[in-house]
T-cell receptor
Framework: KAGVTQTPRYLIKTRGQQVTLSCSPI?????VSWYQQTPGQGLQFLFE???????NKGNFPGRFSGRQFSNSRSEMNVSTLELGDSALYLC???????????????FGPGTRLTVL | AQSVTQLGSHVSVSEGALVLLRCNYS??????LFWYVQYPNQGLQLLLK??????LVKGINGFEAEFKKSETSFHLTKPSAHMSDAAEYFC???????????FGKGTTLSVSS
């Protein structure tokens, strides 16, 4: 079974631009979560999507947004980029089982975003 | 609110020595706890998880962790370090669904020969 794939792997943008990152989950997984990893703040939860709806949200400004498509693929968008947005953005997929069941997350390799 | 604290941002051991990485958690509800490993330029790999079953949890690559409610700890251990264990390790706590992880700051493990 193919793992979680993220595209692109590397991206360079300038301040003020916007960027879209893509995540394809493991086949059959319905939940996609996004995380930001920086040297200063570490790993921080951005948001989770399940069945095309945002189900959980971390503490990030509105410039960070996401969406999920009917095939469970997810995109993350950052508008008006700032230098501090330079980070590794990780996507994780999980089955999305209901009823309080634990869902193991499987992480992709990440997209390295550099903002100049 | 849930949180985790990893004590020691950098731990150095010799090959064959005991590995001990410390993690303390804060949670108002019974937590789900995890240890992940990250190798350079890669994503995160789950080492082991505690989901309220056995308090001593065995994971991959010879790692194990013990959930101690009285100490609010979930320390990661391995009896004998190998050079390939050199990586960054993250302790995390999550909601019951396991889909919104709160991570510690990470501990970089160095292994010398």
């Amino acid at each position: 079974k193919a793992g979680v794939t993220q595209t692109p792997r590397y991206l360079i943008k300038t301040r003020g631009q916007q960027v879209t990152l893509s995540c394809s989950p493991i086949s059959g997984h319905r939940s996609v979560s996004w995380y930001q990893q920086t040297p200063g703040q570490g790993l921080q939860f951005l948001f989770e999507y399940f069945s095309e709806t945002q189900r959980n949200k971390g503490n990030f400004p509105g410039r960070f947004s996401g969406r999920q498509f009917s095939n469970s693929r997810s995109e993350m968008n950052v508008s008006t980029l700032e230098l501090g947005d330079s980070a590794l953005y990780l996507c994780a997929s999980s089955p999305g089982l209901a009823g309080g069941s634990y869902n193991e997350q499987f992480f992709g390799p990440g997209t390295r975003l550099t903002v100049l | 609110a849930q949180s985790v604290t990893q004590l020691g941002s950098h731990v150095s051991v010799s090959e064959g020595a005991l590995v001990l990485l410390r993690c303390n958690y804060s949670s108002s509800v019974p937590p789900y706890l995890f240890w992940y490993v990250q190798y350079p330029n890669q994503g995160l790999q789950l080492l082991l998880k505690y989901t309220s079953a056995a308090t001593l949890v065995k994971g991959i690559n010879g790692f194990e962790a013990e959930f101690k409610k009285s100490e609010t700890s979930f320390h990661l251990t391995k009896p004998s370090a190998h050079m390939s264990d050199a990586a960054e390790y993250f302790c995390a706590v999550s909601n019951q669904a396991g889909t919104a992880l709160i991570f510690g700051k990470g501990t970089t493990l160095s292994v010398s020969s």
